[in-house]
């Protein structure tokens, strides 16, 4: 397969046919996973630098694992304890970094747009691991897999992501990439927590969660940033659990072979309790297990990893 | 040889049999690191998850080193930079960890307990590198490996722990690790250092030092950390140093072959000094030689590294 | 080749046969970061502990790419997350690292010394990557390859180093090594950043740039911290770029093949601008580039990699 791809930065880089590939490849790759020794050399000597201004536990230890069970060479840099505290732009820092040789720069910045701009001035490859508000496109790939792992497609199917759509690069890539496969979207949040220009995504939008929720087969909810409730778009965590978390009740109201995700850290006792997240519905676990297979197929796939792992 | 243990919690996990087959392996293990080429291929293709939630050196260094010469994989993760300080439960991170299928997660946590809650809940192995003021099982098998080596057997050594018993997992997996070999021990510590209950531990315990020291063939000395002095536990480091502290003089009153031990980091001045760290009797660096080999004999054994290395 | 050093701590730790010998390989081995495979066995089974008490991004990274790259292990260190925070000193912490059997520690530390200090108690190899204000030896060597490489030779060569020279450690390097060279070197700095003594440099010395300027072939921008201006060492970031700084104007006075330097990381707008970063002239990405395969050619020698790669 010849892959006509440098740099991941929105869901909207890849096609559905791109998608698909991608998903194929990473079925493959789950095996590996659950191997002996988990471990095959297509990636030998390339290097793959991480470079996170942002904390990240999940996302930053799926690409290092997905890197090095491809037997690539990992080096993490975060914001502090480098020279970004001495005032460096990203821009600079990532030229020096550049002039290094690696084959692939995974970058998770705090503003929207620098993966682009770096994809664009730096030769390597460049996948955005989150940037601000706008994108995510490795946890939209994983929760697409992921659903349609379940389900065995995502035409037709009624996705609900509730919670914190305006600063929330998760539910941007999503609605991106499922609109693609033919999947119904709907948003579900407080009106305070949508974004500017919302009606024109093509999507459902709606503040009844109950209303919503016994017409679902997926329904993803957001994680609620503390420090949202001191910005005042919200009134308080018990307010907005009441109407827009995830309990035993809702758990209940949900079609019978509706599911639950949830890209991680939870907020236990905020948009989701334990009756919700240790439901049978729950697939907050099999998403991560799924985001180290796409990961392994992305490297695979953008460092040029050859012919398919047998 | 068939290892029967998933997790490594507690010293008393492991039988005086199981024990003797660790030491047994680190001492093939010890050269290893004396070779050219310090590195054999028992765990390639394995991953383990260093998830340290307190600071440390000694220890994870030792591991980090110990798994890179047995071939496997390492990804560390600290508290800082990462989910946990999102408030996420550390139930909920290490579920999130296992999916990601690694082999084996060695977790150091400020409380008590967590190790084994993890070793419950997760499928694979789980070694405490630290929990609270419980146990450092590690530590205690480097120690008792360390007396062993230079006495040829634990039977009947008199092992004399000196300092702050109450706040520390090292006298606790010593005295439970030593117990099972024979050692008599005497706990030497100011009684408001002592934890409720320790009669029952079946020791010698013993406010003076300058007493026991003669009598001792080991006095293994706990670091003071100068936080509890503002806790009041005692009065200051001057009278600390003087009633509990090795220094020269005392040094001088031990018996002829008697050895002197440090878990690491040493305040100097304060529970020991130069005359007694740099004394012939001083095992403190060799103790650290014999973790590494200690940490690959136990990976190796739990992560079914398969035949002895030739 | 025998290789006749174990530490690399002052660039006059090297002679001039040794630099060459060092650049020589250093050709070689940038080769191997163009290959699709930038990996070579020599180094496989070696330890390389990356010891920073400082901030880096560029130094240690290409450290690190440099290790890997030649197959070796490395574990990295920084203050913070470890005993350093506990009160350990320097070289006790040292002393347990080297319990450990690490074939080479890389330091960078806060004070002049202190990897002399390593060196001399430690049987590993020691290299200084940066001590307070004193050397910053592989900074110089990559400065010196940089030069070379553009101008064939260093004989003659008119170097000015430009800006804080009292608190540099990559001018003090340069200066020693470019001397053994025959270079003729100027240093440009306002009085209050000149060292005392520095008239025993046999360097030229001088307060106006733009006097000096036309007649260089190398102009080496050094970084202005900006704590130095709290401690009054220059009255403002303006007032130092306007006598000190590379602009426009400056850049087009200089010799039709002059070039333009910095150790990195700059500082846009106060001791170098854009038109002088971005010119033609600049050899800043190079001296990065170069910086990771003079790093794997001293590790290769230091750490006794045999014969040459082919």
Request: glycine share 8%; net charge positive.
């Amino acid at each position: 397969m010849i892959w006509p791809h440098k740099d991941l930065i929105s869901i909207d880089d890849l096609s559905k046919s791109d998608i698909e590939n991608v998903f194929d490849l990473a079925t493959s790759f789950k095996e590996v996973s659950t191997r002996d020794i988990k471990k095959i050399p297509p990636l030998r000597g390339k290097t793959i630098v991480l470079l996170f201004y942002e904390a990240s536990t999940r996302t930053k230890l799926s690409f290092e694992i997905a890197a090095k069970r491809l037997s690539a060479d990992t080096v993490g840099l975060s914001a502090s304890g480098s020279s970004f505290e001495k005032g460096e732009t990203l821009l600079d820092a990532a030229k020096n970094i550049m002039a290094m040789a690696p084959d692939c720069i995974i970058l998770r910045y705090p503003y929207a747009g620098a993966p682009r701009l770096l994809g664009q001035m730096l030769p390597c490859t460049v996948i955005n691991a989150g940037d601000g508000f706008h994108e995510h496109p490795t946890q939209a790939l994983l929760d697409m897999y992921s659903m349609k792992e379940h389900f065995g497609s995502l035409k037709g199917l009624n996705v609900t992501i509730v919670g914190d759509i305006m600063h929330s690069r998760v539910a941007r890539s999503n609605v991106y990439g499922l609109k693609k496969f033919g999947a119904h979207i709907t948003l579900v949040a407080p009106k305070t927590l949508l974004p500017t220009g919302v009606e024109q995504w093509g999507v459902n939008i709606s503040t009844d969660l109950d209303a919503v929720l016994p017409k679902t087969d997926v329904v993803m909810m957001l994680r609620i940033q503390k420090e949202r409730m001191k910005q005042r778009f919200f009134s308080g965590e018990r307010e907005y659990s009441c109407f827009y978390g995830l309990n035993k009740k809702r758990v209940e109201k949900m079609k019978k072979d509706a599911i639950i995700m949830h890209p991680g850290p939870i907020n236990r006792g905020v948009e989701i309790n334990a009756d919700a997240t240790e439901s049978a519905r729950s697939i907050i676990l099999d998403q991560v297990e799924n985001g180290l297979a796409i990961r392994m197929a992305l490297l695979y796939l953008f460092l040029g990893g050859g012919k398919r792992v047998d």
